[in-house]
């Protein structure tokens, strides 16, 4: 982030209001008269609660894969999970969930009947949780998808996801 310089005896930088966009390496640097200048860094991580930057319904015939994805943008980095109406969804049964990062992917081996609808994607840190609501939908079905929607998630399922992430149950 561009500086500012400071002048005088035992200074410091207090940033008020901070954003995220004022992460970075900050520079110090100390000089007089007597002798040369020394100089230190210091990296400063703003922290923030996740918020969903994309998330992607998917079409699937039957007996083909599908893959659902969902994006969040975080510091530190989001855990995610995933539900099937209230229920958690686990690596089993044919599907697999990976998440590496900011991105989670579910994906689903062999669609039946039994997976299409809704799923939602839980991110969570120790400053918040968000989730968006995906949908895997049969081909021809006309359904226009926009990338994104949002789905009312029972406040009790987002506590519950966010205590189980944090105590990482």
């Not at 002048?7 to 209001?17: D, P, S, T």
């Not at 895997?136 to 992430?165: E, F, H, I, K, Q």
Request: proline share 5%.
């Amino acid at each position: 982030p561009p500086g500012r310089e400071f002048e005088g005896e035992e200074e410091y930088l207090e940033i008020l209001g901070i954003t995220r966009e004022q992460s970075g390496k900050y520079e110090c640097k100390a000089a007089n008269e007597v002798a040369s200048a020394d100089v230190k860094q210091v990296r400063v991580t703003v922290n923030y609660p996740p918020t969903i930057t994309e998330s992607k319904s998917n079409e699937a015939a039957t007996g083909r894969q599908a893959l659902l994805r969902c994006e969040a943008s975080a510091v530190p980095t989001p855990d995610f999970e995933w539900y099937r109406d209230d229920t958690r969804i686990n690596s089993a049964n044919g599907l697999e969930i990976k998440s590496t990062g900011s991105q989670s992917l579910l994906m689903v081996a062999n669609v039946t009947e039994e997976h299409y609808g809704n799923y939602t994607c839980v991110a969570a840190n120790k400053l918040g949780v968000t989730n968006a609501s995906l949908y895997l939908y049969r081909p021809g079905t006309g359904r226009v998808d926009n990338g994104s929607m949002s789905l009312a998630v029972p406040l009790w399922l987002l506590a519950a996801s966010l205590l189980c992430l944090l105590s990482k149950c």
